[in-house]
């Protein structure tokens, strides 16, 4: 048997759906695959590329295959592994997220013609001191008063505005558009950095002024598969775009109403609008392997594709979707009906996840907030004491403190050693000291703490663990952690009060588990959430909002609790009952 029959038969064997197998074996090279929630989409892509890589048909160049997380990409290896195949994830071939595509492939080796430098330029690993007070960083916009209000460069967000390059400031500095901007950005390149969110831009600078670059990258990868393809943003489809235009071929691999990320310019058009512009044919892919068919029933009506289809019935009558009213602003009336259907669909909470809208509901969950209106790196400080005391994640806690340590002490050159080598003694002695700050309230100071006693205390503890890790610190911490926004009754409060003993059950925002597959899920948001997806599904109208509560639901496979608020659900009941949930009794 030949090569390529053999290996055929062993995806075949895989025992793929007819809409699976279509698009693995599909003789087009540009193609649009609508993947639904749980449909395999990631499984598919996976077999594509292998299927294409081992029957390569050109001399030169090879196949990439990308995506936006390193989940995926670490399925992608391991399927090609699995399989036999793991010299298929080597050169000629590239497998791995869109950012180090980029990375490796247009700013490592030519990133340095933008500026003539010497050296190529790198990710910026924060502020150092001098950068704040450097004026050539610094970006004016309006403040309230005619009052100027300075944006730093590392701050500024480029974006497309049809033919012209436009900024705006991040959402520490308000999101809003700011002019002449351009000259600070260039300046923080020049100084050999760029952010997360200029970097694509820069590469699509490079692309359209150095379009023999394209044309090169182009006949390095005749044929691109796009994984997560909704999740692209403004600057991606350009790059796309421009790599297309050069000869590449390309395959789309997403679903237009599973675009949540609007946030990092991300647009839920893009997939139709790439499928008219590029005149490529769409492929399904509709059955989900994760909701059972009552759940798909009813959510497919939320969401905007009527193809959605489940993975059968529910083993009991428990296992379907539920609406239950809420009345409390903890959400307890929810929780107590997720424990309680729970175990009558014989789900474990071990196994559940209460999913949020926003972080601000996840805070709800556990008490009162107290710290909302801090300012600046107090309120980043507060949350990760949050996160660590109220929701044992000691890894986000840690995250923010080593960032606000590194803002405060950047022109320390301690920081470029262990950048430099991650793994060196240095680097660890680092990471151990914050470690155990974080894990200690005596040095992180609890959440339950007063606001008048956890601000000074937190600067003293900061204070300490900058001078044990051994860093130069000129900034004056009392300017950067303050009780800027505490009123004075909140300051006679702790900075987070526990109302209720919460679960032991997992509980994310809806970015968090987007992707996810989990045997029941608790949906809770604000009325304002709910009325606005309702209006959207009678409106026929894509928005956010809607495509939000679609991916919280899909990621239920078992078992769906959707808490609405009783303002909603007083209004909305039946129409939620004619979509197909029930009511929890």
């Given amino acids: 048997m030949a090569l390529a029959d053999q290996l055929r038969e062993a995806i075949l064997a895989q025992n793929p759906t007819d809409q699976q197998r279509e698009a693995i074996f599909a003789e087009e090279l540009e193609f649009l695959l609508r993947a639904a929630p749980g449909s395999g989409k990631t499984w598919t892509s996976c077999r594509r590329f292998i299927w ?196 590449a071929k390309i395959t789309l691999i997403g679903d237009p109403d599973q675009c949540i990320f609007e946030f990092s310019m991300a647009d839920a058009t893009s997939l139709p609008n790439l499928k008219t512009k590029w005149s490529i044919p769409e492929k399904p892919l509709s059955q989900s392997f994760r909701c059972n068919s009552q759940i798909a029933e009813a959510v ?136 155990k700050f974080v894990k200690s309230p005596s040095r992180l100071p609890a959440v339950s703490q007063l606001g008048d006693t956890w601000i000074p205390t937190m600067r003293t503890q900061l204070t300490s663990l900058i001078e044990e890790i051994g860093l130069q610190c000129d900034a004056k911490l009392g300017h950067h952690i303050k009780a800027t926004g505490l009123s004075a009754a909140q300051k006679a409060l702790p900075l987070f009060e526990s109302v209720q003993e919460l679960p032991e059950v997992r509980q994310d925002t809806i970015h968090q588990v987007k992707g996810e597959s989990i045997d029941a899920v608790l949906v809770i948001g604000g009325i304002r959430f709910w009325n606005s997806v309702v209006a959207a599904v009678q409106r026929g109208d894509n928005t956010e909002e809607r495509r939000l509560a679609y991916v919280a639901m899909t990621r239920a496979r078992h078992l769906l609790v959707v808490g609405l608020p009783k303002g909603h659900y007083d209004k909305h009941a039946k129409t939620w009952m004619e979509w197909g949930f029930k009511v929890a009794t």
């Fill in 300 to 435: 497919r009506n939320v969401g905007g594709n009527p193809c959605f289809t489940g993975a059968g019935d529910g083993a009991s009558e428990w296992h379907r979707a539920f609406v239950v009213e809420e009345a409390s602003k903890t959400f307890s009336d929810s929780l107590a009906a997720f424990q309680r259907l729970a175990r009558k669909a014989g789900v474990t909470m071990s196994s559940a996840a209460v999913v949020c809208r926003a972080h601000g509901q996840l805070e709800s969950l556990r008490g009162k907030v107290n710290y909302t209106n801090l300012k600046g790196k107090a309120r980043d400080l507060a949350t990760a004491t949050f996160l660590r005391d109220s929701r044992h994640d000691y890894r986000a806690a840690f995250q923010t403190v080593e960032r606000i340590v590194r803002e405060l002490t950047g022109d320390d050159p301690l920081w470029e050693r262990i950048d430099a080598d991650p793994n060196s003694h240095e680097r660890m002695t680092v990471a151990l000291a914050i470690w």
């Fill in 52 to 247: 294409r890589a081992a029957n390569w048909p050109l001399r030169v160049g090879g196949l990439a295959l990308v995506s936006f997380t390193n989940a995926a990409v670490r399925e992608f290896k391991a399927a090609t592994i699995n399989v036999g195949r793991r010299d298929l994830l080597s050169d000629p071939n590239y497998v791995g997220t869109f950012d180090s595509f980029v990375e490796r492939y247009i700013l490592a080796p030519f990133g340095h013609l933008l500026t003539g430098a010497d050296e190529r330029p790198r990710l910026f690993p924060g502020p150092r001191p001098g950068d704040w007070n450097n004026r050539q960083l610094k970006v004016w916009k309006d403040g309230k008063g005619g009052r100027k209000i300075p944006v730093p460069a590392w701050e500024v967000i480029p974006y497309p505005d049809g033919t012209k390059l436009r900024f705006k400031a991040s959402r520490t500095f308000g999101n809003q558009p700011i002019a002449d901007a351009a000259q600070p950005v260039y300046k923080l390149l020049s100084l050999g950095f760029y952010t997360h969110a200029q970097r694509i831009f820069w590469a699509c600078k490079l692309l359209i002024e150095r379009p023999h670059i394209a044309e090169l990258l182009a006949m390095r990868f005749p044929e691109i598969i796009v994984d997560e393809a909704q999740d692209t943003n403004a600057w991606l489809l350009i790059l796309l775009n421009l790599l297309r235009d050069k000869g």
